[in-house]
């Protein structure tokens, strides 16, 4: 079955840092493209960052300079760094794949609150 599991998020102060993990079964080769989205309450889900099988990586631009994706394929993990957490960065961040089918898959999200 496949399932794309988050964990990682909390509390953080302004200017503190987080590591978002995304635990992909039964593999994570059985996907292509991946990345991280956010959404806070009231607002649309957005894209933080993406990172292809090419090894491509996008970043919004709220996330460039400050958050990194990377991909570990021995522990079937997808992470995203966030560092210089503000407020605005408080979210609901989900996980996201897809395969070389058409398939898209979502975790359930994990909650990140920054306070000032």
């Known amino acids: 079955q496949v399932q794309l599991v988050e964990s990682g998020g909390g509390l953080v102060q302004a200017g503190g840092s987080l590591r978002l993990s995304c635990a992909a079964s039964?593999?994570?080769?059985?996907?292509?493209?991946m990345g991280w989205y956010r959404q806070a309450p009231g607002e649309q889900r957005e894209l933080v960052a993406q990172?292809?099988?090419?090894?491509?990586?996008t970043y919004a631009d709220s996330a460039k300079g400050r958050f990194t994706i990377s991909r570990d394929n021995a522990k079937d993990t997808l992470y995203v760094q966030l560092n210089s957490l503000q407020p605005e960065d408080t979210a609901v961040y989900y996980c996201?794949?897809?395969?070389?089918?058409?398939?898209?898959?979502w975790g359930q999200g994990t909650q990140v609150t920054v306070s000032s």
């Open positions: 039964p593999s994570i080769f059985a996907f292509d493209d």
């Open positions: 996201y794949a897809s395969t070389r089918f058409g398939a898209n898959y």
């Open positions: 990172l292809t099988s090419a090894g491509l990586t």
